[in-house]
């Protein structure tokens, strides 16, 4: 009996997509129907979701890439806000996050907020990778590719707990934001900001107060 899979790729990089869409449509199962839409940016992407909730003809499984230009209205700025708004108006669809981001901070972040039943990078991604993981989505969720597995078994295995604004805080300073600019960024004030880092370099046992050095002793230990 055949199964007739709803899907939507959500990509701003049409070769990308085009290279996604051959994988699956010479990899899936003879009974497997295939019925795929494209989406280049949040606002089709948005008209997609919107129209299957209307039609009662709900997406089966969603490729949603992080970097995205934002909607129009400027709701959504990413993959990300995409993401969350499928959970709520397609709460039985699957989710199949694709980034070029493979820092802790982003992967922790997404599963946290998402909980993606597939989460592959794409500097990892192979055709054969892409198949199993559009397979195990299916039948058995979750599949999330190398990076992603290694950074979870870091996290898991380290007996340091740091809540998400200290997360913030190491993921900014590792971008070159210097500390007075902190505040603004996180909803906190300067000396909440200094108090959070003097924490943050006791956790990891830095003696000086440079940035880069706590940084350093961050990515050591899979933070960043």
């Known amino acids: ?26 990899t899936k199962k003879e009974t497997q129907q295939l019925e795929i839409d494209i989406a280049n940016n949040c606002d089709e992407a948005i008209a997609f979701m919107d129209k299957s909730v209307e039609k009662e003809n709900p997406y089966h499984v969603l490729f949603v890439d992080i970097s995205l230009p934002p909607s129009a209205d400027g709701l959504m700025t990413s993959g990300e806000d995409l993401a969350a708004y499928a959970r709520k108006v397609l709460p039985n669809s699957k989710i199949i996050i694709l980034t070029m981001f493979n820092e802790s901070f982003r992967i922790h972040n997404i599963i946290k907020t998402i909980d993606p039943e597939g989460f592959l990078i794409k500097s990892d991604l192979t055709s054969s990778e892409l198949a199993s993981a559009f397979q195990a989505v299916l039948n058995n969720p979750p599949f999330y590719s190398g990076t992603v597995n290694s950074f979870i078994r870091k996290a898991i295995t380290s007996d340091i707990v740091i809540d998400e ?30 108090k959070r880092k003097k924490q943050l370099r006791e956790i990891f046992e830095v003696q000086d107060g440079q940035d880069e050095t706590l940084i350093n002793a961050a990515k050591n230990k899979g933070f960043v």
């Open 165 to 194: 604004k200290n997360r913030k805080i190491l993921h900014l300073l590792s971008q070159g934001v210097k500390t007075k600019n902190l505040a603004s960024h996180l909803d906190l004030s300067l000396s909440a900001v200094e």
């Open 1 to 26: 009996m055949n199964q007739k899979i709803k899907i939507l790729m959500i990509d701003d990089h049409p070769m990308i997509i085009e290279g996604y869409q051959n994988t699956l449509l010479f």
